[in-house]
């Protein structure tokens, strides 16, 4: 069995870039050419955009727990 592969936040950000900035590719074709799978790219994608979407979101609108 192999042991999971740890990718460094640098390349992380430069293979989104690469994926941000395709063109007329797919998302897979560009997975390929980094040789990393297309469901990790999608999951990296998936990150970076709900980490965007909370940290765009006011103090006020975050949920919170209901207070006792």
Known sequence: MEAAVVYSEAFI????????????????????DLNV???????WMKVKTSRAAA???PEA???????D
């Open 13 to 32: 950000e430069q293979a989104l870039f690469k994926v941000y900035s395709r063109g007329p590719r797919s998302v897979k074709s560009v997975a390929e």
């Open 37 to 43: 799978s297309y469901n990790k790219v999608k999951y």
């Open 55 to 57: 940290q765009a979101m």
């Open 61 to 67: 609108a975050k949920p919170r727990r209901p207070q």
